[in-house]
């Protein structure tokens, strides 16, 4: 199972740096971040190729957000600069030795959350 950490409260224009991990095994080939918002629907955020570096980032989090990976921790971070209050939400990394894009169904493996609050 994944688990991701790093989240908590922030202030608008902080950063927020996220982390993903696998416990005792590889975290797969395809990795991906969401997001859901309280009343929204879940949102893609980023996806990483693990190994390769290929990189996806949404529209809405573009020159924001970054994501990359940690060979050292076997970990894929999620990095969010200039965090806004519309960044609130459960943040939620999702694998897949299969899928690289941004439909959440793609992703068979899920981690169960972290919350990212942004106060203004």
């Known amino acids: 199972q994944l688990a991701e950490s790093g989240g908590g409260l922030a202030q608008a224009g902080d950063s927020l740096r996220l982390s993903c991990a696998a416990s005792?095994?590889?975290?797969?080939?395809?990795v991906g971040w969401f997001r859901q918002a309280p009343g929204k629907e879940r949102e893609f955020v980023a996806a990483i190729v693990w190994g390769g570096g290929i990189t996806l980032i949404a529209d809405s989090v573009e020159g924001r957000c970054t994501i990359s990976m940690n060979n050292a921790k076997d970990t894929v971070d999620l990095q969010i600069d200039r965090l806004e209050p519309d960044d609130t939400a459960v943040y939620y990394c999702?694998?897949?030795?299969?899928?690289?894009?941004?439909?959440?169904?793609?992703?068979?493996?899920w981690g169960r959350g972290t919350q990212v609050t942004v106060s203004s």
């Open positions: 005792g095994r590889r975290i797969g080939s395809y």
């Open positions: 999702a694998a897949s030795m299969t899928y690289f894009g941004q439909d959440a169904e793609g992703y068979n493996d």
